[in-house]
Structures are given as C-alpha cells and as structure tokens.
C-alpha cells in the first residue's frame, strides 16, 4: 500500500515546497518505504500516461462510484491495472485493488474507446504515440546506443537486435517519422541513433550489457583519448555513473593484440559512495571488471600522482562535475493531467482566489527565474546574473583545480578535459588558464591540435569558439564542441586533449621484449608469449601482477543498498511491478553520462 500513497505524496508536492525534479525529489527522500527506482518508475510512467488515464477516469465515472479514491491515487492504480504484466501490485484481497478491479470492464471499454479516438491500433501503436507526446521537444533527438565491444560486435547488434530497423544516412532521418529508423554514426565508432520511442531497454543486449545508451558527445572524451597499449595505465578522475569507464575498459580491450594478455588498468575514481555503488554495477554489467580497478569513495584530488601504484598511469580523461547547462531533457517536473473530482466546486470565494492569485504569482516569478542542474542532479535556483556568475567562478576554479592535479602524474601524455557545461568559463577559459599554469609549461603539456586527433573528431565540425578563446585560432580549432538544438542529435558538450612528449623509459626504444633483425618481437614457440629481456623478465612479470588484482570492495552493509543519485540509465530497466513494469525505463530523461 505505501507505493501508491508515497508515489502520490511525491507527486502532489508543491514545487515551491519541495524544488528539483522528480528524479531527485525521490532519490532525495530518505524516508520512503517501498524502493526508490520503483517509485520513480511508477511516478514517470504515470505521468507519462497521465491524458489517456484522465479520460478513462472521468468517462468510467470511477470516482464517483468510489469517493475514497483521491484522483492521483486513482491514476496511479488503474495506470497499474491497465498497463502493467502483473496488474496492481497489491494483495488481491486489498480494499484499493479492489476499489478498481470492480470496475474493470467499464475501464477496460473506456481505454479501447480512448485507443481508438486516437486512431491507435493497438495498445503499442498508442505507447508509441503517448510517449512522443511525452517527449515533446526531446522527441526531436534520437536515443544513442554504444555497443559495448566488450560483450559484442556492431554487425551482430545489427543483424540482432536491430534486425527490423530501417537503415537512414542521416541522424535526422531517425525522428523524421514513426517508425524504428537506425543511423550508423560516422564519428564515433560502434556507436547507433536509434528512433526514441523505440523500447530498447526491454532488449535482451540492453539488459545484459551488450549495448549501453549513451550520448554521442559523452562518448568523444575516451574516443578522444585513445589509449593504446604503449600508453600504459588510464585514469578516469570522477568515473560514476560509469559510461566513459565502460568506454575506455572497451578501446582499451580492443587494443590487446591478439594471444596476449592485457597489461593495462583503468583505474575509476568516485569520490561518493552512493554514485560508486551505481558505478560497480554499471562496470559488471559491461564486461569490464578485469580491466577496471575501481576507487570507493576516493576523492581523486587526494591521490599523490608520484605515487608508485600510478607510475605507469600514461593517459587521464576529466570529466568534473559542471553546470550541466548542456543537458537535453531535464525539466522540473513533468506535466500531470489529473481526473475531475465529481461535484467539485470551481467557484472560489474572494478570499481563496485572492490567496490562489497570490500563490500563482510567486510561483510564476520562481518559474521565471533560471534553474541550474549540474550533471550530478544538484539544483539551484539563479535570480540574477551576479548568482550565475558566481557559481560558474566556483565550478571552474574547481575544473581547473582537477586539471593541473591531472597534469602532475610523471608519466601522463594524454589527458582529455570535457564538461556538459555550454558557457566558455567552464570550458576555453579553463583550458586556457591550465595552458598558462606553472605546471604545464614546467611539464611541456600542450593542447591536441586538430590535425593530430583521431579521424572521427579530427572531422567533427563543431569547435570552440574563438572569442571564447581570447582570440587564439589554434586553441579554438582544437576544441570540440556540440550545441543542442543545432539539428545534430547531441546535447551541449565540450572537450579538449592535452600532450606532451614523455621519454620512453626503454633507452634502446625497442621496449622489454627481445626482438630479431627485422624488428618483429620473438616469441614463445609453444605459447605465442613474447620473449622479455633476461633485465626485464622479473620486474615486469612482478609489475603486472602486483597491479592487476581482484577490486577490494568495503562491506556492504556500509554502503547504501540504494543510490540517491542514480543515472537515467540505470533506472531505465527498473520498473514498479520487478520486470514487467509498463515501458518505464523508456522515457526520457535527460541524457545519461
């Protein structure tokens, strides 16, 4: 019983009690007795489907016939009754349950009407129509699947999972129309836009792993990146949910030559423990554990880059905390049409209407003012443009701060610092102030010019903005951004690559194995093992051993079972009913890391 009263408790909050959105109203409640994912699924759904359900209320007469019935709690059960696998999640006995279910026929007639008013052939041709509406703006921007090369190959997901979709050339031709339209990108490899209302999170190559939802601007660090084997160790500096960690686990994988093992770790920093927790699972999920040496709750500022375990560590990807003014999707709270009470007055006396006039002002003047939703979900109410300058001044003192910590590591040659931030103090200006640092000149680190970044980026239109750079060409061309809005598919990003030149640590440069004239390295007859130099062979086989180890985990019971903070993507497949849930994973919600 407590699902259905805490969900319409949550929903029927004043905003001007209770700010944020609905994902952090309910993560952010600590007290709720039935599990956060399944409330949020239920509340989101509910919402979701919130214009059909009124009709079928006020047409089935419902509350009239049970005047107990408050009209939330109405739209929550009979959501329940018409649209989940398993019905109302209530003992079969249970007033509420039956409150409905002695009406199932009148509701049921009342939903096929409902369907067919809306010119709807089934109930999946109705879904399909809901959740466009649902999506209003974001309907305009397809649903970006990486698969995850861990698990899979993008020509068995193609000949798998994405069997009936119709092939398109461009991004654009995905949302264009109804449908399930597919578009290989041509940046990013192994990387699909799919159309949005499609439900791939009840795929099988979702649920287990094989393929990862994930915004094609949020895949260009690690992509940007590109560690290779000679690089040695990498770094992700604030990793949860997981989806760049998961990324770079899968390049790194896929540079192991073959009948050789991996020598290479990513270790992934998480400085809270609650995201961690959502971070482990996600590192599960994809495959990536044997490559992933994960950090609970280490703050990665607090890490001595002189340190031995990180003397190898040859690239960092820093993708700090931000304004997140890039998002796509992140509303307040979404819409909720509720049934009419029968006999309820609309008349209100003087006194009333003064103090509803009163409230609807205050609360158009809160509306009015701008909201700014970090990426971790933290909200704040901006009233003037002194506020927002002022938490942009605290956001990218902080970026940077993270950044030269990143240019200290001794062996470090490649970093990438990205944000999903749209204002130049967060992004050029950043880059700027970390170029003319002490460090970076002390280090030799320059920015990646444009013509050395990987071929995908290298031909990505979109770059900084010259101004924003005070005028310097080169650093500008050397930053990549996307716009939302710009017709491209992708929400607000920024990212720009560091070098520098590192010494190899092999005078001959030939490396620790043993090679023959032609330069080929010489192997093992029996085993394929490449031969190590007779100074080499104990150091180097202590090395990787040492550094490769099962992930210490803390005991469970010190962390949270649930994450107050948890990804879009990781509530997707969690639904109020254990599997069956109707759909509720697959709406949108803003886009995921």
Known sequence: MSLYHETAEILSTSPSTVG???KTRIFGKKDLKSPQQQVYALALETCKWSPVLKEVIDNSEL??????????LALLLVHDFLLSKRGIALPAAHGLRASIERHKARLNAEFTRVRLRRKAGSVEALREQITTEFLGDAAGYPRWVRVNTLKTT?????????ADFTRVLTV?????????????DNHIPNLLAISPSFGITKTE???SGAIILQDKASCFPAYLLDPRSEDGDVIDSCSAPGNKTTHLAAIVHSRIPENERNTQIVYAFEKDTKRSRTLEKMVKLAGAKDITRMSFGQDFLKVDPSSELFRNVGCLLLDPSCSGSGIVGRDDMPAIHLPEIPGATKKLSTASGRKRKREDSEAVKEASQPVLVDDDGKETLVSSEEELKARLEALSSFQLTLLLHALKFPAAKKITYSTCSIHAEENEQVVLKALQSGVAKERGWRILPRDQQVRGLREWPVRGS?????????????CIRSYKDDGRGVMGFFVAAFIRDVPSEFEDGDGPYLRDDDGCIIRDPITGMPTLKPEYKSSFSNDVSSRIQPTQYPDPALIDEEDDDTDSDDVSNI??????????????????D
Do not use: C, M
């Not at 509350?63 to 939330?72: A, D, F, G, I, Y």
């Not at 639904?575 to 995921?592: H, I, L, M, R, V």
């Open 63 to 72: 509350l009239r016939h049970e005047r107990k019935l408050s009209p939330l």
């Open 154 to 162: 993008i020509e068995d997901q193609l000949a798998t999972t994405f």
């Open 20 to 22: 944020g959105n609905l």
């Open 575 to 592: 639904t109020t009913n254990d599997s069956d849930q109707s759909n509720a994973g697959d709406e949108w919600n803003g886009f995921g």
């Open 205 to 207: 190559a979702y649920t």
């Open 172 to 184: 654009g031709e995905v949302t264009a129309s109804p449908g399930k339209f597919l578009h290989v």
């Open 466 to 478: 010259i101004e924003a750079s005070d005028g310097n060409a080169e650093v500008a061309e050397a």
